[in-house]
């Protein structure tokens, strides 16, 4: 009985120690170092409100080769997962038209390997992976970017 009952104390009191939640102190200093949004690293705040994403509108102009058509319209709300895409009761190839939208691009029906599928290949079927909307938000830092279009002129 005099073995058991510390190995019974060990089994009951060791997860209650560990599972302790951590204090603050215990967290490390962060130097005082503030995140992009001058929020301090070592206090949570509020999140910031929703941007605004225009409703409708052209599309953008892409800045780069191969970069993915940004979205020129709101999304949230959209339903996307292993059963329906949202996404394509305008964009696919049977509904482009009627909706006024960009077709599918063809790369979107190819695998890995270039074989041709009647379907949307599945790497390409989560369109929000690449596809983004752009919301009407001011920039975090100072950006100078220029496309190679820009730099040609």
């Known amino acids: 009985m005099k073995k058991i ?3 019974i104390l060990t089994v009951i009191l060791t997860p209650l120690i560990l599972l302790q939640p951590l204090q603050a102190d215990e967290l490390g200093d962060t130097g005082g170092l503030n995140s992009l949004r001058s929020a301090m690293l070592d206090k949570e705040d509020q999140a910031d409100d929703l941007k ?3 409703k409708d509108r ?3 102009e892409r800045d780069y080769l191969h970069q993915p058509p940004l979205i020129p319209h709101q999304i949230r709300g ?3 997962d ?3 895409n949202k996404c394509l ?3 696919s190839w049977a509904n482009y038209k009627k909706a006024g939208a960009t077709k599918i691009s063809l790369t979107h029906f190819e695998t890995r390997d270039g074989q041709q599928l009647s379907d949307v290949s ?3 079927y989560f369109c ?4 983004v909307p752009q919301a009407d938000a001011k920039p975090l830092i100072d950006n100078e970017f220029k496309s190679v279009d820009a730099l040609t002129n």
């Open 122 to 124: 599945p790497r390409r």
């Open 89 to 91: 009761s305008c964009h």
């Open 5 to 7: 009952l510390p190995v």
């Open 78 to 80: 959209y339903h996307v």
């Open 58 to 60: 052209d599309t953008y």
């Open 128 to 131: 929000s992976q690449c596809h």
């Open 82 to 84: 292993l059963n329906s």
């Open 52 to 54: 605004r994403i225009p």
